[in-house]
């Protein structure tokens, strides 16, 4: 078998045109011909399969080593789908530190829909196997939280939920198949929001989901055929061409993170930084050390009380305030008022998440410059 980066070129291609064409095409067709009635055929409508669509799962499959891939319209969609495998009555233990869309689903649309759901702090293994019931069907986290960077062990915690005959899924955005498996760790199916680092350019929406078996397979084909809000054959051609420089932009973005952190611990108007590997002797940094090959390109810092985080972040000229993450550029919002705002402020609060913290996407521009326009913004707090 070829090695990963390898397959992040190469993966997931199937000679299936006499053109010679190095990429695959885009088959922008909503429907596939019959050569006649009866005839067993692989495509035959748009929503349940494209050939560009399935080009790119399977590489996603291959990365993951997993079974099969599911690419979705958004990664919200690829997260309602991987829930869905769950019915009424179903108890879910969640991770108490998750994406706000996320909680914005479970509260709204399935705990009143009959699904129910435990949130616990997935750092305590302990915790989780305390809130095991009769009916709990699975576990679904994230191994590093957004925006705090906390990190989970996928091997304890999948241990724990198959000793109880639960399911295990995993949110690995942050991540990415580049720095963590989560199905070698023992996971059941893991998912992402491509359109974050998978993509990497901020210029389409995408979720995927990938299975650990082909009894998992089935069960999340019948979803996405039936829901039916997968990836167009345009943003299937994006995320593979985003996927081919995964390894190198990571490895960038780390790079970038590790002197931005370095910059961020000298000065004096931060009080606190989240990334893994930030004190050496923390949960976070033994976890991620044994089950990643590294912390990924976001992270979080809280300016102390009493400055004003609206006014550092409308004072930076380079970095750009907005949502989301992983992109090629950097990108910084404030997760109370941005990304985490549907959460009230009192869980917010215990959750860790006060007004004053800030998120950076790092980018891939010179480390240098990100750090200069950071000092002139702290300079006018």
Partial sequence: ????????????????????????????????????????????YERSGNPTRDAVEDVCAELEHGDRGFAFSSGMAAIHAALALFKPGDHIIIGDNIYGGTFRLVNDFLKPRGLEFTEVDTQDVNAVAAAFKS??????????????????SVKQIAKVAHEHG??????????????????????DVVLHSATKYLGGHS????????????????????????????????????????????????????QNAEK????????????????????KSSQDYKIISDEARGAGGVLSFEIKDGLDAAKFVNSLQLIILAVSLGAAESLVEVPAFMSHFEIPKPERLKMGIKDELIRLSVGLEDADDLIADLDQAFQKI
Avoid: C
């Fill in 1 to 44: 078998m070829v090695k990963f980066n390898t397959l992040l070129v190469r993966g997931g291609r199937p000679d299936d045109n006499s053109t010679g064409a190095v990429n695959v095409p885009i088959y922008n067709s909503s429907t596939f011909r019959y050569p006649k009635l009866g005839s067993d055929v692989k495509w035959d």
């Fill in 203 to 254: 210029d389409f929406t995408a979720g995927m989901i990938v299975t650990k078996t082909k009894e998992l397979s089935d069960r999340v084909y019948a979803v996405q055929n039936t829901i039916g809000a997968v990836l167009a054959p345009q943003e299937a051609n994006l995320l593979r061409r985003g996927i081919q420089t995964l390894n190198l932009r990571m490895d960038r973005h780390i």
């Fill in 166 to 187: 639960a399911l295990v899924v995993v949110d690995n955005t942050f991540l990415t198949p580049y720095l963590q498996k989560p199905l070698d760790l023992g996971a």
């Fill in 135 to 152: 009916n709990t069907k699975g576990v679904y986290f994230e191994p590093v939280t957004n925006p705090l960077l906390k990190v989970s």
């Fill in 260 to 279: 931005i952190i370095a910059y961020l611990e000298s000065n004096p108007k931060v009080s606190r930084i989240y990334y893994p590997t930030v004190d």
